[in-house]
């Protein structure tokens, strides 16, 4: 898929997401939680929790560049993964 590189497949393959359609199903958001709990759990720094990661998923998913993604979306995108990092829940 569209600017998935190999570091974002293998986080995706070890949070169990392995197609195209297993992306689309969970969403950008539910997607990169489960490959943020995956690092978790396999014991893998999860400070890659940047809104990169949710442009990525997002243009794969709707088929677009990422750079074209619209700002409202990547400010969207930047406080909510700005939240994340601040409930301490993924280090």
Known sequence: MRNLGPACERD???AGIHTAEDLKALGAEQAFLAMLQARKR???SAKSCN???LYALYGAIHDINWLTIPETEK???KEWTAEIRESGQFH
């Open 51 to 53: 809104a990169a990661y």
């Open 75 to 77: 400010q969207r995108f």
């Open 12 to 14: 995706l393959n070890a």
């Open 42 to 44: 396999e014991g893998r």
